[in-house]
């Protein structure tokens, strides 16, 4: 199998470490475990105030903490002799931090790429449809995984040989797609890509 992940929101916990920083740094005190409505945190920031603080998150040393949302030892037992293709709109110029904290974490994977939705100043990213149609080895199945939807109907659109899936958040709850799948959890895409739940 050739695996495409996305990582903030599937392998590392963007939002924990986000709200973590608003509290520190903005006094916001947020529940632990808060779970945005939004893509954006409409439901807590103006859209001035979201691009200030995620620029500020971003010079932080949260931004290169995250913590893992499936333990990297199983995950890299699961994908073990298969391509790993790791998918991401974070920052190109904050890629090394992005590196170091996956590095810490122990996850194993082939190629990291900054794609995806939005632009960061001046660079603008190819999409994710477009790196995997790229990366694409017709020999193998393809699964992707990613928790934007829009993310996931641009590679659809693009691969439609690639099994494509959304990892459920609270802002993408509404979203429904009869051939994007849903996963509650790592739980869910373990059950799916490893027979009883084992890595195999």
């Not at 030892?73 to 002799?81: D, E």
């Not at 810490?104 to 449809?129: E, M």
């Not at 459920?168 to 509650?184: D, G, I, L, M, Y």
Request: aromatic residues 14%; glycine residues 6%.
């Amino acid at each position: 199998m050739q695996f495409f992940l996305d990582i903030d929101g599937v392998l590392l916990n963007f939002e924990g470490a986000f709200v973590r920083f608003l509290n520190r740094t903005y006094g916001m005190d947020l529940p632990e475990r808060y779970e945005t409505g939004s893509w954006f945190f409409d439901d807590l920031l103006t859209r001035e105030e979201m691009y200030e603080r995620w620029q500020a998150f971003l010079d932080s040393r949260d931004s290169g903490q995250m913590e893992a949302l499936v333990a990297p030892a199983r995950f890299n037992a699961l994908t073990a002799g298969n391509p790993v293709h790791l998918l991401t709109n974070f920052p190109e110029p904050y890629m090394e931090k992005r590196e170091a904290n996956l590095a810490a974490l122990g996850f194993r994977y082939d190629s990291l790429h900054f794609c995806g939705l939005h632009a960061y100043r001046d660079k603008v990213p190819p999409s994710k449809g477009e790196i995997v149609a790229e990366l694409r080895d017709p020999e193998r199945p393809g699964f992707f995984i990613d928790d934007h939807p829009d993310n996931c109907l641009d590679v659809l659109e693009r691969c439609r040989d690639v099994e494509v899936w959304v990892m459920s958040r609270f802002f993408n709850r509404e979203f429904t797609h009869p051939k994007v799948r849903r996963a509650a959890d790592w739980p869910s895409l373990f059950a799916r890509l490893a027979p009883n739940g084992s890595p195999g």
